[in-house]
């Protein structure tokens, strides 16, 4: 499997069930019909995000992992992905926006821990 598909891969098998939860606990009211349309919309986002590094720094020469590809940024992302979750979320529980970008630092997440067992590892 090439490491593009193995980002993808693992973002969405990691994201998507995590959206998925968080919505199913956070919302005022659950409906499967809502869960579907936000699983739908995340999945683009969980993908951007799973590919988002790799975009941003491509993976031409070994030596290609910068800012994008830190422990600083994985940092960044993490606490962003918790604010979302656990103060956004929440509180605007009944839209349907906070999921898809929650969805996108997910998927840029998956992509940090999965760089980070690699030999080169991150920054
Ligand atoms: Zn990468």
Redesign the pocket.
Known sequence: MS?RLT?IAGGLFFGLPVVGLVYYFFAEEFSYFRLVLIIGISIVCVFTGAIF??II?R?TNPD??GL??SWFMLSLIFISAFIICFVIIPRYGEKLFPYPVFGFFLGYLS??L??STTKSSLR
């Open positions: 490491r980002h590094p790799d720094e993976p290609h992992r994008f590809h992509h940090l999965l760089d």
